[in-house]
């Protein structure tokens, strides 16, 4: 009986290990093919995902084939809809890639990326956004906005944009959190203005701290 146990768990490590799903994103005549392959623990309690590859084709015909950087590993309890994302992330008009580089136990990410060329036809990789965290593309404002959390008790939220000559910048970020060993927090505000970044410092109550620890949007 333990050696029909044993047997069986070695057939299942060994289909894990060979076992790819192939995961598809469609945009206009574009075709985005992942593959990915389940990884068991050592201990053979479970597995991860991993993405080896990345297939392109346009209009049904081969355009290019994309390697991630090592370490694109992640829990299969993480929404496949957020690991390989299709949309377009500096405004220009063309469909651009985004693939899970990492992500918290609470799920925060951040993304590598590959940005659709018009000149060359292919999707080439760029780095400017590869650290900003939970991004989210607001595509009527031009807006890339971004909420993290250090710690229990240290929160931030940033806005992007994109200049008139492609250069991406901060234009407005909050961080807040309390005062080691005082009864207040202190919220830092830095807003771009007329090409500056100019930065301010409020002092608030634990309470009202609170209004500042959440997603939030500049004001606009």
């Known amino acids: 009986m333990r050696i029909a146990g044993a047997l069986l768990i070695i ?6 290990v060979s076992a790819q799903d ?3 994103r469609r945009a206009g005549a574009f075709e985005f093919k992942a593959l990915v392959d389940s990884i068991p623990y050592q201990n053979g ?19 290019q084939h994309i390697v991630p950087p090592p370490g694109c590993t992640f829990d299969p309890l993480f929404q496949n809809d957020k690991v390989m994302v299709v949309e377009d992330v500096n405004f220009d008009g063309a469909a651009d890639l985004r693939l899970l580089s990492w992500h918290s136990i609470e799920h925060y990410r951040t993304y590598w990326y590959w940005l659709f060329n018009v000149r060359s036809g292919s999707f080439e990789r760029d780095t400017v956004l590869d650290g900003i965290m939970n991004p989210e593309f607001d595509h ?10 250090q710690g229990f008790n240290l929160f931030a939220n940033e806005e992007f944009e994109y200049d008139p000559s492609g250069t ?4 407005w970020s909050e961080l807040v959190g309390p005062i080691p060993g005082e009864d207040h927090a202190l919220l830092v505000r830095t807003m771009r203005e007329h090409g500056e970044l100019k930065e301010e410092e409020i002092q608030l109550s634990l309470d009202e701290m609170d209004q500042f620890t959440g997603p939030r949007r500049r004001p606009r």
């Open 11 to 16: 057939v299942l490590l060994a289909q894990a």
């Open 22 to 24: 192939d995961w598809r």
């Open 45 to 63: 309690d479970g597995y991860n995902l991993h993405v080896r590859g990345i297939d392109i084709t346009r209009n049904d015909l081969f355009l």
């Open 140 to 149: 009527t404002n031009k807006v890339i906005h971004s909420w993290w959390r």
């Open 168 to 171: 991406l910048q901060l234009m």
